[in-house]
Protein backbone atom coordinates (compact mmCIF):
# COMPACT_ATOMS: atom_id res chain seq x y z
CA UNK A 1 0.00 0.00 0.00
CA UNK A 2 3.14 2.65 0.64
CA UNK A 3 5.51 0.75 -1.15
CA UNK A 4 7.05 4.19 -1.71
CA UNK A 5 7.57 5.10 2.06
CA UNK A 6 9.63 4.20 4.46
CA UNK A 7 9.65 4.38 8.37
CA UNK A 8 13.19 4.78 9.80
CA UNK A 9 13.71 4.37 13.51
CA UNK A 10 16.71 5.68 15.38
CA UNK A 11 17.54 3.66 18.42
CA UNK A 12 19.60 4.91 21.84
CA UNK A 13 19.87 2.36 24.62
CA UNK A 14 16.18 1.61 23.79
CA UNK A 15 13.60 0.29 26.56
CA UNK A 16 12.17 -3.32 26.13
CA UNK A 17 8.81 -1.82 25.38
CA UNK A 18 10.50 -0.25 22.30
CA UNK A 19 10.32 -3.42 20.45
CA UNK A 20 6.37 -4.04 20.98
CA UNK A 21 6.06 -0.50 18.80
CA UNK A 22 8.60 -2.17 16.25
CA UNK A 23 6.57 -5.05 16.06
CA UNK A 24 3.12 -2.95 15.41
CA UNK A 25 4.90 -1.15 12.51
CA UNK A 26 6.37 -4.37 10.90
CA UNK A 27 2.56 -6.27 11.25
CA UNK A 28 1.37 -3.54 8.93
CA UNK A 29 3.56 -4.52 6.36
CA UNK A 30 5.55 -1.46 6.13
CA UNK A 31 9.35 -0.95 5.51
CA UNK A 32 10.96 -0.55 8.55
CA UNK A 33 14.43 0.38 9.12
CA UNK A 34 16.76 0.96 12.21
CA UNK A 35 19.86 2.73 13.16
CA UNK A 36 21.13 1.70 16.43
CA UNK A 37 22.79 4.70 17.91
CA UNK A 38 23.36 2.31 21.16
CA UNK A 39 26.30 1.76 23.55
CA UNK A 40 26.08 -1.90 22.95
CA UNK A 41 24.08 -3.35 19.47
CA UNK A 42 20.89 -4.94 20.00
CA UNK A 43 19.54 -8.33 18.59
CA UNK A 44 15.48 -7.61 17.52
CA UNK A 45 13.83 -9.83 18.74
CA UNK A 46 11.22 -9.40 16.43
CA UNK A 47 11.03 -10.20 12.46
CA UNK A 48 10.05 -8.13 9.55
CA UNK A 49 12.60 -5.39 10.37
CA UNK A 50 14.35 -4.52 6.38
CA UNK A 51 17.43 -2.82 7.57
CA UNK A 52 19.17 -2.68 10.22
CA UNK A 53 22.75 -1.01 10.82
CA UNK A 54 24.28 -0.64 14.43
CA UNK A 55 26.31 2.95 14.45
CA UNK A 56 27.36 3.28 17.94
CA UNK A 57 26.37 6.66 18.15
CA UNK A 58 28.70 7.63 15.17
CA UNK A 59 27.89 11.23 14.37
CA UNK A 60 24.57 11.25 16.63
CA UNK A 61 21.19 11.62 15.03
CA UNK A 62 22.12 13.78 12.43
CA UNK A 63 24.56 10.93 11.07
CA UNK A 64 21.71 8.11 11.43
CA UNK A 65 19.24 10.44 9.45
CA UNK A 66 21.43 11.00 6.92
CA UNK A 67 21.86 7.50 6.77
CA UNK A 68 18.61 6.41 5.95
CA UNK A 69 17.93 9.04 3.37
CA UNK A 70 20.71 7.92 1.68
CA UNK A 71 18.89 4.56 1.31
CA UNK A 72 15.85 6.29 0.98
CA UNK A 73 17.58 8.11 -1.78
CA UNK A 74 19.18 4.84 -3.72
CA UNK A 75 16.23 2.93 -3.57
CA UNK A 76 14.12 5.67 -5.37
CA UNK A 77 11.38 6.13 -2.18
CA UNK A 78 9.67 9.26 -2.15
CA UNK A 79 9.03 9.81 1.33
CA UNK A 80 10.93 8.73 4.75
CA UNK A 81 9.26 8.87 8.11
CA UNK A 82 11.25 9.37 10.67
CA UNK A 83 10.48 8.04 14.25
CA UNK A 84 12.88 8.33 17.80
CA UNK A 85 12.37 5.44 20.50
CA UNK A 86 9.92 7.90 22.46
CA UNK A 87 6.86 8.85 19.62
CA UNK A 88 4.06 6.41 19.25
CA UNK A 89 1.12 7.31 17.07
CA UNK A 90 -1.96 7.43 18.96
CA UNK A 91 -3.55 4.76 16.78
CA UNK A 92 -2.81 3.15 14.05
CA UNK A 93 -5.24 5.12 11.64
CA UNK A 94 -3.32 7.78 13.22
CA UNK A 95 -0.39 7.19 11.35
CA UNK A 96 -2.74 5.95 8.25
CA UNK A 97 -3.59 9.31 8.19
CA UNK A 98 -0.34 10.53 7.79
CA UNK A 99 1.09 8.21 4.73
CA UNK A 100 -2.49 8.99 3.10
CA UNK A 101 -1.44 12.50 2.61
CA UNK A 102 1.22 12.17 0.37
CA UNK A 103 -1.00 10.64 -2.42
CA UNK A 104 -2.72 14.06 -2.07
CA UNK A 105 -0.34 16.56 -0.99
CA UNK A 106 0.87 19.41 -3.69
CA UNK A 107 4.59 18.78 -5.04
CA UNK A 108 5.79 21.72 -3.13
CA UNK A 109 5.12 19.76 0.44
CA UNK A 110 9.01 19.34 1.57
CA UNK A 111 7.69 18.19 5.03
CA UNK A 112 4.34 16.42 6.30
CA UNK A 113 4.27 16.44 9.99
CA UNK A 114 1.59 14.79 12.86
CA UNK A 115 0.28 17.14 15.57
CA UNK A 116 1.64 16.13 18.75
CA UNK A 117 -0.71 15.90 21.65
CA UNK A 118 1.76 17.48 23.86
CA UNK A 119 1.87 21.01 22.20
CA UNK A 120 -0.83 23.40 22.51
CA UNK A 121 -0.07 24.83 19.32
CA UNK A 122 -2.38 25.11 16.70
CA UNK A 123 -1.16 27.15 13.59
CA UNK A 124 1.38 26.56 10.78
CA UNK A 125 4.93 26.06 12.20
CA UNK A 126 8.10 26.99 10.52
CA UNK A 127 9.45 24.33 12.05
CA UNK A 128 8.77 20.69 13.43
CA UNK A 129 10.62 18.16 15.55
CA UNK A 130 11.96 15.39 12.73
CA UNK A 131 10.41 12.48 15.39
CA UNK A 132 7.10 11.51 13.94
CA UNK A 133 7.06 13.37 10.15
CA UNK A 134 7.62 12.24 6.57
CA UNK A 135 10.34 13.51 4.78
CA UNK A 136 10.14 13.87 1.03
CA UNK A 137 13.62 12.25 -0.56
CA UNK A 138 13.58 14.84 -3.59
CA UNK A 139 13.60 17.66 -1.05
CA UNK A 140 16.34 15.86 1.07
CA UNK A 141 18.69 15.56 -2.20
CA UNK A 142 17.88 19.38 -2.91
CA UNK A 143 18.55 20.93 0.42
CA UNK A 144 21.86 18.65 1.65
CA UNK A 145 22.18 16.41 4.07
CA UNK A 146 21.40 16.92 7.63
CA UNK A 147 24.17 18.79 9.70
CA UNK A 148 26.24 16.17 11.60
CA UNK A 149 28.38 18.75 13.65
CA UNK A 150 24.92 19.60 15.28
CA UNK A 151 24.90 16.38 16.17
CA UNK A 152 21.71 16.27 18.10
CA UNK A 153 20.36 19.29 18.82
CA UNK A 154 18.28 21.79 16.59
CA UNK A 155 18.89 19.55 13.73
CA UNK A 156 14.61 19.64 13.04
CA UNK A 157 14.50 23.38 13.58
CA UNK A 158 17.34 23.86 11.31
CA UNK A 159 16.42 21.74 8.64
CA UNK A 160 12.91 23.08 8.07
CA UNK A 161 14.42 26.60 7.73
CA UNK A 162 16.68 25.01 5.37
CA UNK A 163 13.53 23.21 3.30
CA UNK A 164 11.92 26.46 3.27
CA UNK A 165 14.98 28.73 2.27
CA UNK A 166 14.90 26.26 -0.60
CA UNK A 167 11.29 26.86 -1.33
CA UNK A 168 9.83 23.45 0.02
CA UNK A 169 6.89 24.03 2.74
CA UNK A 170 5.44 21.82 5.65
CA UNK A 171 2.15 20.81 6.30
CA UNK A 172 0.70 19.71 9.59
CA UNK A 173 -1.58 17.00 9.65
CA UNK A 174 -4.13 17.62 11.81
CA UNK A 175 -6.36 14.02 11.97
CA UNK A 176 -2.62 12.54 12.95
CA UNK A 177 -2.03 12.29 16.73
CA UNK A 178 1.83 11.63 17.81
CA UNK A 179 2.60 10.89 21.55
CA UNK A 180 5.84 12.37 22.26
CA UNK A 181 7.38 11.71 25.61
CA UNK A 182 10.44 14.11 26.29
CA UNK A 183 12.12 11.69 29.05
CA UNK A 184 14.60 15.03 30.71
CA UNK A 185 11.00 17.05 31.64
CA UNK A 186 10.14 17.17 35.24
CA UNK A 187 6.85 18.80 36.62
CA UNK A 188 7.36 21.68 39.54
CA UNK A 189 5.29 23.80 41.25
CA UNK A 190 6.80 26.74 42.65
CA UNK A 191 4.91 28.12 45.88
CA UNK A 192 6.25 31.63 46.00
CA UNK A 193 4.53 32.23 42.46
CA UNK A 194 2.00 29.48 42.70
CA UNK A 195 2.78 28.54 38.82
CA UNK A 196 3.69 25.24 37.69
CA UNK A 197 6.59 24.44 35.64
CA UNK A 198 7.81 22.02 33.36
CA UNK A 199 11.70 22.04 33.91
CA UNK A 200 13.60 19.60 31.39
CA UNK A 201 16.92 18.90 33.65
CA UNK A 202 19.01 18.27 30.40
CA UNK A 203 22.29 17.05 31.44
CA UNK A 204 25.05 19.06 31.23
CA UNK A 205 26.47 18.19 27.82
CA UNK A 206 22.87 17.68 25.80
CA UNK A 207 22.96 21.27 27.46
CA UNK A 208 25.85 22.50 25.59
CA UNK A 209 24.53 21.15 22.33
CA UNK A 210 21.61 22.86 22.84
CA UNK A 211 22.96 26.05 22.93
CA UNK A 212 26.13 25.73 20.62
CA UNK A 213 23.51 24.27 18.29
CA UNK A 214 20.71 26.92 18.58
CA UNK A 215 23.05 29.95 18.33
CA UNK A 216 24.38 28.47 15.01
CA UNK A 217 21.31 28.12 13.91
CA UNK A 218 19.35 31.81 14.70
CA UNK A 219 22.88 33.85 13.07
CA UNK A 220 22.17 31.85 10.02
CA UNK A 221 18.55 32.46 9.36
CA UNK A 222 17.27 35.37 11.35
CA UNK A 223 17.69 37.72 8.58
CA UNK A 224 15.25 35.43 6.20
CA UNK A 225 13.21 34.16 9.50
CA UNK A 226 13.32 36.93 12.34
CA UNK A 227 9.70 35.67 13.80
CA UNK A 228 10.88 32.29 14.28
CA UNK A 229 14.48 33.51 15.52
CA UNK A 230 13.06 35.55 18.15
CA UNK A 231 11.11 32.56 18.82
CA UNK A 232 14.32 30.45 19.40
CA UNK A 233 16.25 33.43 21.44
CA UNK A 234 13.08 33.34 23.67
CA UNK A 235 13.57 29.69 24.25
CA UNK A 236 17.13 30.20 24.99
CA UNK A 237 16.80 32.78 27.94
CA UNK A 238 14.07 30.82 29.52
CA UNK A 239 15.74 27.52 29.49
CA UNK A 240 18.78 29.50 31.39
CA UNK A 241 17.08 31.22 33.75
CA UNK A 242 15.10 28.00 34.59
CA UNK A 243 18.54 26.80 35.67
CA UNK A 244 19.71 29.62 37.42
CA UNK A 245 15.97 29.53 39.42
CA UNK A 246 15.07 25.88 39.35
CA UNK A 247 17.08 22.87 38.53
CA UNK A 248 20.30 21.25 40.24
CA UNK A 249 23.78 20.93 39.08
CA UNK A 250 23.45 24.47 38.02
CA UNK A 251 27.60 25.22 37.69
CA UNK A 252 28.25 22.56 35.45
CA UNK A 253 24.79 23.18 33.28
CA UNK A 254 26.24 26.84 33.32
CA UNK A 255 29.49 25.95 32.53
CA UNK A 256 28.81 23.61 29.72
CA UNK A 257 26.39 26.78 28.53
CA UNK A 258 29.21 29.01 28.36
CA UNK A 259 31.35 26.47 26.48
CA UNK A 260 28.63 25.98 24.02
CA UNK A 261 27.59 29.94 23.39
CA UNK A 262 31.44 30.29 22.92
CA UNK A 263 32.01 27.33 20.65
CA UNK A 264 28.39 28.89 18.75
CA UNK A 265 30.76 32.44 18.23
CA UNK A 266 34.09 30.29 16.80
CA UNK A 267 31.93 28.41 14.71
CA UNK A 268 30.18 31.26 12.83
CA UNK A 269 33.72 33.13 12.86
CA UNK A 270 35.28 30.70 10.76
CA UNK A 271 32.36 29.89 8.94
CA UNK A 272 29.99 32.60 8.54
CA UNK A 273 27.60 32.32 5.70
CA UNK A 274 28.57 29.01 4.64
CA UNK A 275 26.31 25.90 3.99
CA UNK A 276 25.46 24.24 7.08
CA UNK A 277 24.97 20.78 5.73
Known sequence: MFENIAIGITLYNPPETVWSYISFLTNLKLRVWIVDNSDIEHKSPISGIEFYKYNANNGGLAKALNILCEIASELSLDWLLTLDQDSTFKSEQDLLNLLEQTKKVENDIGILAPKILQTKKNGL??????SGTLLRIQ???ECGKYCEYFFIDSLDTEYCLRLQSNGWKIMIVYDSLLDHKQGAMKHKYIPFVKKH?????????RLYYIIRNHIITINHYNNRFPA????LKKFLRDTLMKILLYENNRYAKLKMA???????RREITSHDGKSLN
Not at 197 to 205: A, C, G, R, T, V
Not at 228 to 231: A, I, M, N, P, Q
Open 139 to 141: AWK
Open 228 to 231: DCKE
Open 197 to 205: FYIFEYSPE
Open 258 to 264: LRGFLDA
Open 125 to 130: NSYVMT
